[in-house]
């Protein structure tokens, strides 16, 4: 069985700065990407940012490009997300996930991932 942990949300104010990290464990677990998304009350969840292991590339939404910047360790399964600059439009629950099949396109969907952790709530006063 795959878990997936998120930690690191908390509440900030507009202009601040906050990481998450995510954990993936399991035995004999490894994925092809990781990933974020979030919901914010009201709204579908959404795409925020990607990085796929075998060519060490990273993808982002384009309401988050330049100021999100997703890393992690593909050894240990792990993922972050340093988030600059926050706005209140960022608030939301951040979801980590994780997925076990190598598309060759973007992992923009969230059916794309297999695994997702029970996420973390971000919130940005103005």
């Known amino acids: 069985q795959v878990q997936v942990v998120e930690s690191g949300g908390g509440l900030v104010q507009a202009g601040d700065s906050l990481g998450l990290s995510c954990a993936a464990s399991?035995?004999?677990?490894?994925?092809?990407?990781m990933g974020w998304f979030r919901q914010a009350p009201g709204k579908e969840r959404e795409f925020v940012a990607a990085?796929?292991?075998?060519?060490?590339?990273?993808s982002y939404a384009d309401s988050v490009k330049g100021r999100f910047t997703i890393s992690g360790d593909n050894s240990q399964n792990t993922v972050y997300l340093q988030m600059k600059r926050l706005k209140p439009e960022d608030t939301a629950v951040y979801y980590c996930?994780?997925?076990?099949?190598?598309?060759?396109?973007?992992?923009?969907?969230?059916?794309?991932?297999?695994?997702w952790g029970q996420g973390t709530q971000v919130t940005v006063s103005s």
């Open positions: 399991g035995r004999t677990f490894s994925s092809c990407a």
């Open positions: 990085r796929r292991w075998s060519t060490s590339t990273s």
């Open positions: 996930a994780a997925s076990r099949i190598c598309y060759t396109g973007g992992y923009y969907r969230p059916n794309m991932y297999d695994y």
